[in-house]
């Protein structure tokens, strides 16, 4: 179910306000945070933030494109190996 239209989208108040601070400061350091139900606002455009997936942090450099998406949606949390290796034993069975 999604977020009531009357309330606006969820942004995270303090991941906002150091992404305000950075910009005015012109540093381009990452910003590391946990907060992957934020929604990214038009503001984290041109910013690099890390995001944490359970594990570690995944680097998201914020583009136009992402504008509308949760944070959370660019740092997966779950590593796909592979399906089952196809083997010459397995080759002449099929």
Known sequence: MSRSSKKGPYVDAKL???VLAQKQ???K???????RASTIP??????????????NFISVYIS???VGH????FAPTRLFRSHGKMTE??????
């Open 64 to 66: 136009e494109s992402m």
């Open 16 to 18: 906002l306000k150091k």
């Open 25 to 27: 400061s012109g540093k």
């Open 89 to 94: 034993k397995s080759a002449r069975l099929t």
């Open 42 to 55: 038009p503001e984290f455009v041109g910013v690099t933030l890390t995001v944490h997936n359970g594990k």
């Open 70 to 73: 949760r944070l959370g949606e």
């Open 29 to 35: 350091d990452p910003i590391k945070t946990w907060r």
